[in-house]
């Protein structure tokens, strides 16, 4: 997985990682231990604890990994995009292909997902950098997309919250290259793509108004700021 040169200490601590990646997908997460880890990579167990202070540490960098190689992919994608369809269908799609190895990984750290006093929940503090990279690919997708103000400015958010709910299908999906979690991307891309011709009719701005208050409360958006004066 991480192939770029690097110094010594930084490839001791690629190997490790790319080594208890492998032990997590064959073993599981709760029955690989850090003494596993570090006998699979060579190296003496204090040397495993110096790089990584737990599993979930390792963990931690993982998920860094996924969140910055989609944000890569993505924008590589964008640039060969033509519309906006376009955009959005790579946003879904390479995250899949980069987690598509990683079903049974993932399902094991779904546990933690709903507890966000743990440092693996996808929705705590300590995942917030990840949350935002994700949310930024996202944002990139729309792009100079013509929207209202309050719609732009939710949309990133509404998309990966939507990107969240996909990918919980896809910890379930066991058809052949996640074929049924590619088709759901598809008609939830076009059913998105189709809804934004009306999020400018003038009838729906309190509906837009509401969405918008509900996502400040829920804190997925920053307070509105107070008029000076």
Same mark, same amino acid.
């Given at each position: ?19 208890? @990646?492998? @032990? %997590?997908?064959?073993? =599981? %997460?709760?029955?690989? #231990? ?24 390792? $963990?931690? !960098? ?25 955009? &959005? ?16 990984? &993932? ?6 997902? +709903? ?21 930024? $690919? ?20 509404? &998309?990966?919250?939507?990107?969240? +709910?996909? &990918?919980?299908?896809? *910890?379930?999906?066991?058809?052949? =290259?996640?074929?049924? #979690?590619?088709? *759901?991307?598809? +008609?939830? $891309?076009? %059913?998105?793509? !189709? ?19 509900? *996502? ?14």
């Amino acid at each position: 997985m991480f192939k770029a040169s690097a110094p010594r200490s930084e490839e001791t601590r690629r190997q490790i990682l790319d080594t208890a @990646l492998r @032990l %997590f997908r064959d073993r =599981g %997460f709760e029955q690989t #231990t850090m003494r596993d880890v570090a006998g699979e990579a060579g190296i003496s167990l204090g040397a495993a604890y110096y790089y990584f202070v737990s599993k979930e540490a390792i $963990v931690g !960098d993982y998920y860094d990994y996924v969140q910055e190689e989609h944000l890569t992919r993505a924008r590589a994608g964008f640039a060969r995009a033509r519309d906006l369809r376009d955009r &959005l269908r790579v946003a879904f799609h390479t995250k899949i292909d980069i987690l598509e190895k990683d079903q049974i990984l &993932l399902r094991a750290l779904f546990r933690y997902g +709903g507890d966000p006093r743990h440092t693996l929940s996808w929705f705590g503090p300590a995942t917030r950098r990840q949350r935002e990279l994700s949310i930024a $690919v996202f944002d990139e997708a729309i792009g100079d997309e013509r929207l209202p103000a309050d719609v732009r400015e939710a949309a990133p958010v509404l &998309l990966w919250t939507l990107h969240m +709910g996909i &990918l919980l299908y896809f *910890l379930y999906d066991a058809t052949p =290259g996640q074929q049924r #979690t590619r088709r *759901l991307i598809d +008609g939830a $891309v076009g %059913f998105v793509h !189709d809804v934004k011709r009306f999020v400018s009719v003038p009838l729906l701005r309190p509906v837009r108004r509401r969405m918008i208050a509900i *996502l400040r409360d829920a804190e997925l958006l920053p307070a509105s700021p107070r008029p000076s004066g």
